[in-house]
Each structure stands twice: as C-alpha cells, then as structure tokens.
C-alpha cells in the first residue's frame, strides 16, 4: 500500500484512525481488482506496512515481494513504490513514522524491504490496532512493542544470495498463493501442484522466509484461528476441526508455541481489549 497522504489511485480508501506528533496509523483497503502495476511513487517517509487481509504486490529497487498476512514490508523516504492488486479485498495497517520518531525506535538497524510476521509480531499488530482509541499511551507502547519486534525479524540471518535466489523467491511466492488459496494437504500433493522436487520446494522456504514451509503453514494456520478467537470464538475443538488440526490439544499445542499463549487466554485478551476499547470510545 503506498503513502495514505500521496495516493491517487482510486481503488484505495485510506482512514486515519490515529495520529500524533512523530506517528500515524492508517487503515488502507483496496476494494476493487487492480492487477497491472500502479504508476511509481516515492515514499515521502518511513511506513511499516502490515496486511490484516488479502493479497497484494509491491515493487521496489527492481525487487518484487507479495505482501500477505504472513510478509508484512518497511518503507523508507525516496523509495520509488509500484503496487500490484490481482485479487483486491486487501486490508493493511499502514504506520507512518517522522525521521526523528524512526530513528529512536530502531537506532542503527539495518534497513529491510520485508518483514516475516510471525504469531507474536500479528498479535502485537492487532493489539496496535485495538489501542487506537488510547493514542498517546496504550497505543505508543504497542507501537513500541510492534517496531521492535518487526526489527528483530527484518534483522534474521538469511542465506547469502546466490544464483538460486531469485529461484526460490518465486518458488516460494508460488507456494504461498497456493496454500493460502487452497492448501492442497501436505508437503508432496503441494510440490507436485507446483511442478517442482519436494526436496527443492522444503529447501526453498527457509532459505527465503527464515522458516520452513511446515511452520509457515502453521503460521497460516494460527492466525486464522486469532481471527476467530478475536471475533468471540468459543468452541475450541470446533475451530480444531475446522483449521484441520488432530484435536483441540493439537490447536492449543501449535498456538501457544507460534503465540506464546494458548487459545483461551488469548480469546480473553482480544475480546478484553475489545471491551475497553468501546468503553474509552
């Protein structure tokens, strides 16, 4: 998603819902299917870009990554932006960030374009967002909680690149679209769909994303089940069979090890924030 404050593309609507001194918090939708790529624009600032739902594309410095639920990207001022919406539907969190702001919040980490959003750093993202009503103190500490946990995964080691690389970043982006859209049941039905070796395709995942593709898909998997527990979910083995795991200790199990806190207690914590913010509001 590119700048709220210097969008022309039509297909976007953009609500500030929170803005102080230093930050910014926007929700960014893309309602329309838009699949050719937008004319350029450059970043005006720092942005941290996180998708709540959908899909899109997003190219910069010659490099084209996929932007889902599980990829989240940073921006930085003169970066030259081109988006892509082959589905549209797509929703983002966009948080804009002063110089001075950025600076304090990451001091000297390298700069990154992608983020892998792991468990832990999508429930800071939705804690950010369900303390928007609070923007100057419950807000500014999630925000604290969410660009440090960000930098420590841009910050994750990764093969050095190499001649395979842009191999298996398309690889891999093929092998996300197809688990996302129709997860085809396991490691060898999904490398046949694709065409390629399951050694190749297992191989691929870590060497791209940090993470092999079977906690990858459990990532998928966790974070559909915060949308359901976010939305009042109750029924445990329910959302166990429906998110197809074994049995509700195998949902528990997977959750608390991507989360780092089980199914029940965070259905209280995202149902708790929920409350307070319609009290403060």
């Known amino acids: 998603m590119s700048d709220p404050r210097r969008s022309v593309r039509l297909v976007l609507e953009t609500v500030e819902v929170a ?3 230093g930050y910014a918090v926007s929700v960014v939708r893309c309602a329309e299917v838009h699949p050719g790529w937008s004319p350029p624009e450059v970043a ?4 941290m870009v996180l998708v709540r739902r959908g899909r899109f594309r997003r ?4 490099t084209v990554a996929d932007a889902d639920p599980a990829l989240a990207y940073l921006a930085s001022p003169g970066d030259e932006e081109s988006f892509a919406h082959p589905a549209g539907g797509d929703v983002c ?24 959003v792991d468990a ?26 969410l660009v440090g946990h960000a930098i420590t995964q841009a910050a994750v080691v990764r093969t050095p690149a190499s001649a395979d690389r842009t191999d298996d970043r398309a690889l891999v982006s093929r092998a996300r679209e197809a688990i996302a859209s129709c997860d085809p049941g396991g490691l060898f039905p999904l490398a046949d769909l694709l065409g390629v070796s399951p050694y190749r395709l297992s191989r691929a995942f870590p060497r791209e ?34 998110l197809g795991f074994a049995d509700q200790a195998h949902l528990t199990r997977t959750v608390r090890e991507h989360a780092g806190k089980t ?3 965070l259905r209280g914590l995202l149902a708790g924030e929920r409350r ?6």
């Open 19 to 21: 803005a102080r001194p």
């Open 44 to 47: 005006a600032g720092h942005r």
């Open 59 to 62: 190219r910069v410095r010659g």
């Open 93 to 116: 969190t966009s948080v804009a960030f002063g110089a001075q702001r950025w600076s304090q919040l990451t001091g000297d980490s390298p700069a990154a374009t992608t983020v892998y």
């Open 120 to 145: 832990r750093l999508d429930l800071a993202h939705r804690r950010a967002v369900a303390a928007v009503t609070d923007p100057d103190y419950a807000l500014a500490e999630e925000l604290l909680k």
């Open 209 to 242: 994303l940090g993470v092999s593709l079977t906690r990858y898909r459990n990532r998928l998997r966790v974070g559909r089940a915060l949308d359901r527990l976010e939305a009042g979910e109750r029924e445990l083995a329910r959302l166990a069979a429906d």
């Open 263 to 265: 199914p029940a207690v």
């Open 276 to 281: 307070e913010g319609g009290r403060r509001a």
